[in-house]
């Protein structure tokens, strides 16, 4: 057992079960039910869910890893491919939020936190 990918596991649990929760009530819904051009929605809805299949793979591949299951030879890249990304996500939204004009929009939008923890305890464990 491999205590650093099991905490980045559980907190990429963590933050799919919010993805679905929290992002479903408080993004998904009020955009698929806003006015904008219907194309431009529908492609939002694809990309919640791209993002939703991403972190399910992602936390299945992490707790596997993270309790003893080898995925043959390329399992230190899969882990280490998974905390790059989860890196480029906190960076990206840190860098957006920071730009975005919103009062305090870097707490508003606070799942680069989860994305940090995710990468760190992921690049650690391998």
Same mark, same amino acid.
């Given at each position: 057992?491999?205590?650093y990918i099991?905490v /980045?596991?559980?907190?990429?649990?963590?933050t799919t079960i919010? =993805? #679905?929760?929290?992002g479903?009530? &408080?993004?998904l819904r009020p955009?698929?039910?806003?006015s #904008?051009d219907?194309?431009?929605r529908?492609? %939002? =809805?694809?990309? *919640? =869910?791209?993002?939703?299949? +991403?972190? !399910?793979?992602?936390t299945? /591949?992490l707790?596997?890893? $993270? #309790?003893?299951?080898? !995925? $043959?030879e @390329?399992?230190?890249?899969?882990i280490?491919?998974?905390?790059?990304? +989860?890196?480029a *996500?906190?960076l990206w939204?840190i860098?957006? /939020?920071?730009?975005? $004009? !919103?009062p305090?929009a870097? +707490?508003? %939008?606070f &799942?680069w936190? +989860?994305?940090?923890?995710?990468a760190v305890? $992921?690049? !650690? @464990?391998?």
């Open positions: 057992m491999n205590w099991v /980045a596991g559980s907190a990429a649990l963590f919010g =993805h #679905f929760a929290i479903s009530k &408080q993004f955009m698929l039910e806003s #904008f219907p194309v431009a529908k492609v %939002m =809805h694809c990309v *919640f =869910h791209y993002i939703s299949v +991403f972190l !399910i793979l992602s299945a /591949a707790l596997a890893v $993270g #309790f003893g299951v080898q !995925i $043959g @390329g399992t230190t890249l899969l280490r491919f998974i905390s790059v990304n +989860f890196a *996500f906190a939204q860098a957006l /939020a920071s730009t975005a $004009g !919103i305090n870097v +707490f508003k %939008m &799942q936190m +989860f994305f940090v923890l995710i305890f $992921g690049w !650690i @464990g391998v």
